[in-house]
């Protein structure tokens, strides 16, 4: 059974960078996206970006671009969100979530596989 | 913000059907290329419960299903138990820009009385 484990919750500083891990495992890593979603607390679900496991190439909800980052190091399976200029707006649990690649039997457009969640709480 | 517009909330009686509907901005939902729901109980990471506008899971219930017709998209939940208390979410994968960008719904209330 395919797995997404996200790093351990995070209380951060106003102005601040974050940055959490999504380590896959028991599937083959470059051929899926990963994706994140983030959830205020209260709130919806808010789909944030995307990236390819195997090219690295991204996309962004427009809201974050140029404020979050997403990479990933295929040695490890891992993708890392990294997000700098934290304000207090940004106090939500963070998602990764997995989709299939066209290399692969689908879902194609759905998020089959999800971490647990990371918590980051930003304060003043 | 969200594109996608879902009811606040829906409820149901244990063993009646309920239905959750999911429209597109202009009300135009044929742009996107696929639909999917997420079930997410207080506390956990949403689960996919249909995708593809109606395919289930191996692991769903046959009493989740999904559908479309015109500018609407619907889950529908037949014989509710306990248990399908939750938030669903709708998401839609948008053909007009990027086949990879998403977005989802204001998500829905599910409460079984």
């Known amino acids: 059974q395919a797995d997404l484990v996200q790093s351990g919750a995070e209380v951060m500083r106003s102005g601040a960078s974050l940055r959490v891990s999504c380590k896959a495992s028991?599937?083959?890593?470059?051929?899926?996206?990963l994706h994140w979603v983030r959830q205020a607390p209260g709130h919806g679900l808010e789909w944030m970006g995307w990236?390819?496991?195997?090219?690295?190439?991204?996309g962004y909800e427009q809201e974050f671009q140029g404020r979050v980052t997403l990479s990933r190091d295929t040695s490890v399976d891992t993708v890392y969100l990294n997000m700098r200029s934290l304000t207090f707006n940004d106090t939500a649990v963070y998602y990764c979530?997995?989709?299939?690649?066209?290399?692969?039997?689908?879902?194609?457009?759905?998020?089959?596989?999800w971490g647990q969640g990371t918590t980051v709480t930003v304060s003043s | 913000q969200s594109a996608l517009t879902q009811p606040a909330s829906v409820s149901g009686s244990p063993g009646q059907s309920i239905t959750i509907s999911c429209t597109g901005p202009?009300?135009?939902?044929?742009?996107?290329?696929?639909v999917s729901w997420y079930q997410q109980h207080p506390g956990q990471a949403p689960k996919l419960v249909i995708y593809?506008?109606?395919i289930r899971p191996p692991d769903i219930s046959d009493r989740f299903s999904g559908s479309k017709s015109g500018n609407t998209a619907s889950l529908t939940i037949s014989g509710l138990q306990t248990e399908d208390e939750a938030d669903y979410y709708c998401?839609?994968?948008?053909?007009?820009?990027?086949?990879?960008?998403?977005?989802f719904g204001g998500g829905t209330k599910l409460t079984v009385l």
């Open positions: 202009n009300g135009d939902l044929d742009i996107y290329k696929s």
């Open positions: 593809d506008v109606s």
């Open positions: 979530a997995r989709r299939a690649s066209m290399k692969v039997v689908g879902p194609h457009y759905a998020l089959d596989v």
């Open positions: 990236i390819n496991g195997y090219t690295g190439a991204t």
């Open positions: 998401c839609a994968c948008p053909s007009s820009y990027s086949l990879e960008n998403f977005m």
């Open positions: 028991k599937y083959t890593f470059i051929n899926y996206y």
